[in-house]
């Protein structure tokens, strides 16, 4: 299998592909049916391990979640560990509480301390969470020092998921202690607060690498599409986390983003449907393309 092309954060090297787990914990953002699907399928740690071995197969080896709730996937995760001898970088997502007192730091800090004993090397603090701390009277994000030193405190790298492109903007700006980002990015601008041409602008701006998340809108663009948008506009430091509900879709959206980065056609089938009208060819490319 091909190794995926890598970059690196705060010293850490990073596959630029990483694993997402809204396809294994049951957040569709199409249905409850669907979340309920999800679910049904990785109940239990094999269908984890087997979704992630098929990852790890391109030493595609880090994975983004809240991970200190779900220990059917920190199962999974070992149990492919175990079966092919490769290391998955964790990188946390925790929703912790902000609120200004000292029974709200020591939850967030309890919370962060969750993630550490899963394993986590990155907390990336949740955007739900980093939000409420947004000043845009003043451009700061209040009080997320003392939440980064949290971070720092359990040995973690710190960073911060962006839903607003405040958090990127405001963050760069103070120089606060955040290695990475997560921000929302695709060609549909799918849960984006603003135009996609300017999200693009502010990832391009940003001082540290960022792991673009939702490439191809929760379903609603195809993975050809989505993961060629985002490896043709993004910086080579830069992350697409890439959900899958089976080992079979892996390697297809993996060989569709290796395409994407390597300028050329990908090698995968073509889609069934009753009655398609055939073009001569169509799912055969020419070498001499």
Known sequence: MTRFPRTEV??????????????VLGYSHTSASADAMIRHRFAGREAVADLVEAYLAYDIDAMMAPFASNQV?????????D???????????PIIDVSDSAQGRQAAMEQIARGRA???AFCLIHHSSAEKLVSKLHGTIDRLPDYLDMI????????????????ILYSDQNNYDVQTYIQLFNCAGFLMQVEVEYIHKVIWQAKKPVMTIKAMAAGRVSPFVGLTFSFATLRPCDMVTLG???????????????????RRPPQIGGRSSPNKAAIPGADTYSQAH
Do not use: C, F, Y
């Open 244 to 262: 899958a509900h089976t080992p079979a879709e892996v390697h297809e959206d993996v060989e569709i983003a290796l395409a994407a980065i390597e």
């Open 73 to 81: 996937l920190l199962d999974g995760i070992h149990m492919a560990e």
């Open 10 to 23: 705060a010293g850490i090297s990073l596959p630029r592909l990483l694993m997402g787990t809204n396809w």
């Open 152 to 167: 720092r405190q359990q040995g973690m790298i710190p960073g911060l998921s962006a839903h607003m492109p405040e958090l």
């Open 118 to 120: 899963a394993g986590a």
């Open 83 to 93: 079966r092919t001898g490769k290391k998955v970088t964790l990188i946390d997502t």
